[in-house]
């Protein structure tokens, strides 16, 4: 339900916010004679706030972020906001750097083509993005060939169909799984710098332009490495294609160190060192 219909802000203190038969329950009085829940309609509420006293288990935060729903922890009367990571990240640098780059088209264009060179291996002398996105995406189809012949999987071409997920073949499941889980390393590496995710160079519409613009950068060497892994694996194990999945990318993202990779190429994209080179614009 889009915020605009939603009823806005929730408060609760002293209890634990909590999933029982798979709804949003809080839960207070558990150390009283006379404990009660209250089941809260999160797909109608904008923001839940948590006053002092209170706990949120696991499971409910899983159910807040499926249906977009905030949570906050605050203070006695409101006086105190605590979320984490902070609201407020405590630098601007990066962000101010990715601003003034979006910010010109000329500048724009090469950030793209910078990009683009990093995930092809050479620079494409085409100016348009457009060009720059039909080649690549004329590349991306033979690398899926290529790394299914690597790992003796039979590759019938990629397919998703958006409305059915799970209606795909074992390597399209696979590859839609793995590149969920770059894009949330991706959203954890622009929020640690306090880049901003709306401002994508090759993704435009998406208010997270810009993790999708970094996701692709591993796409050939982290996310169909997964996904391929994967779709082997379960050729010969039960568990679900999603499983799977998530505890390789655990691997993977802990063994090659993931996320550091995805906070130097951000600096390196939008070209923090030429600022650090001339000592102007730098944080103290």
Known sequence: MPHADRHGLIWFERGELCVIDGCLHFFAGKDSLTPYSVQIPHQTVSMILLGPGSTVTHDALRL???HGTLMAAVGEDGVRCYTAPPLLPDRSDIARRQAELWGNPRRRISVARHMYALRLGEVLPHRDLDTLRGIEG??????YQL?????GIEWKGRRYDRANPNAADIPNQAINHAATAVQAAAAIAVQAVAAIPQLGFIHEDSGQSFILD??????????LQIAFTVAKKAET??????RLVRREAA???RQQGVIPAMIDRIKQVIRMEEINASGHDRNP
């Open 64 to 66: 807040l972020a499926r």
């Open 147 to 151: 790394m299914a012949q690597r790992y």
């Open 237 to 242: 194990d039960s568990q679900s294609v999603d």
């Open 251 to 253: 691997t993977v993202f």
């Open 138 to 143: 004329s590349r991306v189809k033979a690398t």
């Open 214 to 223: 970094i996701a692709d950068l591993f796409r050939d060497n982290i996310t």
